[in-house]
């Protein structure tokens, strides 16, 4: 199975409004998640079964879908939103597949 | 709070065997019910899901990586252990160990989990 990120990168400012998609290659019901990473870090879990926020994660995070088509939304950007994002299929019964990534940057 | 630490060598010759230990702490490893994940990245790139080991001892890898991986556990010493025969330049890479939390169990016996806790992440290099 494949997880396609777009776009790959985008640029935005403080206060936007943003949307990352991520497709599947076959449909994968609910079974994603979404993540942020910032440079030298670890990754940091935001949202899992498509649209539950992690605890302890801000409500300006959002997340839809299901099937093949997901979203994660960035509702107003902080600047500690400036990060890269990964989406991952979490059906133990496939490989447990990441995104490409989209890479978020300050305009 | 738990708490993840990957460890190992930080240089590998072509050809031989990565092995990286991930120990935990806060937390037992034989409690039942977590899946204790390798994910990769190689410089600069995206991350890549190497597998996992369940609480039972089960094991599921990544099919691009099936034939040179294997995962263990050592419930003694509260560690999971990762090794990838036959490295190559290619399997240079940040390795990172982290815990699956179980968060909904299909009627078809698939199980969805979340990387909750994630270890700092190590720099293998291979060299030749």
Redesign the interface.
């Known amino acids: 199975i494949q997880l396609t990120q777009s776009p790959s990168s985008l640029s935005a400012s403080v206060g936007d409004r943003v949307t990352i998609t991520c497709r599947a290659s076959q449909g994968i019901s609910s079974y994603l998640a979404w993540y942020q990473q910032k440079p030298g870090k670890a990754p940091k879990i935001l949202i899992y079964a498509a649209s539950t926020l992690e605890s302890g994660v801000p409500s300006r995070f959002s997340g839809s879908g299901s099937g093949t088509d997901f979203t994660l939304t960035i509702s107003s950007l902080q600047p500690e939103d400036f990060a890269t994002y990964y989406c991952q299929q979490v059906n133990s019964f496939l490989p447990l597949t990441f995104g490409q990534g989209t890479r978020l940057e300050i305009k | 709070q738990v708490q993840l630490q990957e460890s190992g060598p930080g240089l590998v010759k072509s050809s031989q065997t990565l092995s990286l230990t991930c120990t935990v702490s806060g937390g037992s490893i034989s409690r039942g019910g977590y899946?204790w994940?390798w994910i990769r990245q190689h410089p600069g790139k995206?991350?890549?899901?190497i597998g996992?080991i369940y609480s039972s001892g089960s094991t599921?890898y990544?099919?691009s990586l099936n034939s040179r991986v294997t995962i263990s556990v050592d419930t003694s010493k509260n560690q999971f252990s990762l090794k990838l025969s036959s490295v190559a330049a290619a399997d240079t890479a940040v390795y990172?160990c982290?815990r699956g939390f179980p968060?909904?169990y299909?009627s078809?016996?698939?199980?969805?989990?979340?990387?909750?806790y994630?270890?700092?992440?190590t720099l293998v290099t291979v060299s030749s």
Do not use: C, I, K
């Not at chain 2, 995206?46 to 899901?49: Q, V």
């Not at chain 2, 994630?118 to 992440?121: A, F, P, V």
């Open positions: 899946y994940n995206g991350l890549e899901w996992y599921n990544s099919p990172y982290a968060y909904y299909d078809n016996g698939s199980v969805s989990h979340r990387f909750d994630w270890g700092q992440g």
